[in-house]
């Protein structure tokens, strides 16, 4: 069964940036054909798809967010990583990672992050 776990500061002031892993087990990033990605939610709002990192390394971007965001791993430890810059108050929200190949099959528990200074 693959687990997932988001770690990263519970607090970021505004136009810092957003530094967030995702520690996999159970399961190897480099599985063919799972792709490993970032949502979040924002208070109120619905889930918002940011990006996904390939098992191959591909990237795919948001393009909401693309100039934003920058998401990368780690396969000896199995992580990946989302960078999120320039964060305003409006990217307070929990952030989800998750993976599956044609689908989400696999959630994290979500991470709170706050943008305030």
């Known amino acids: 069964q693959v687990q997932l776990q988001e770690s990263g500061p519970g607090l970021v002031k505004p136009s810092q940036t957003l530094s967030l892993t995702c520690t996999v087990s159970?399961?190897?990033?480099?599985?063919?054909?799972?792709?490993w990605s970032w949502i979040r939610q924002a208070p109120g709002k619905g889930l918002e798809w940011m990006g996904a990192?390939?098992?191959?390394?591909?990237?795919y971007d948001s393009p909401s967010l693309k100039s934003r965001t920058s998401i990368s791993r780690d396969t000896a430890k199995n992580q990946f990583t989302l960078q999120l810059s320039s964060v305003t108050p409006e990217d307070t929200a929990v952030y989800y990672c998750?993976?599956?190949?044609?689908?989400?099959?696999?959630w994290g528990k979500g991470t709170l992050a706050t943008v305030s200074s």
């Open positions: 998750g993976s599956g190949k044609y689908e989400m099959d696999y």
């Open positions: 159970g399961g190897s990033i480099t599985t063919n054909y799972y792709y």
């Open positions: 990192i390939a098992y191959s390394g591909s990237l």
